[in-house]
């Protein structure tokens, strides 16, 4: 019997590389190949090379650089506080 299957990244335990199995319909327990594999040792390289190109975007939005921006402040008004009274 077939099965629909999403498709998905992850990552191989023996290796460490990262594979990519594509979305179908799959026979239960049958044994896949991956249509997509990253050496681990080439993961670095892969990142650096995403970033390169734009595919890495901050995750950060101006909302939480405000609202991390407001803690550093508060953060740095406390240790002040606490240097003044040394």
């Keep these: 019997m077939k099965t629909f299957f999403e498709g998905r990244w992850t990552t191989l335990p023996e290796s460490g590389d990262i594979v990519y199995f594509r979305p179908g319909e ?3 327990g049958e044994l896949r190949t991956p249509d997509v594999v ?5 993961v670095s390289k892969l990142v650096a090379y995403l970033d390169e190109a734009g595919y890495i975007k901050p995750r950060l939005d101006e909302r ?7 803690i550093t402040h508060r953060l740095l008004d406390t240790v ?6 040394v």
Aim: hydrophobic content about 35%; cysteine-free; aromatic content about 4%.
């Design 26 to 28: 799959y026979e239960e």
């Design 38 to 42: 990253i050496p681990r040792t080439a």
């Design 64 to 70: 939480l650089r405000a609202e991390d921006l407001k």
């Design 80 to 85: 002040q506080r606490l240097v003044e009274k």
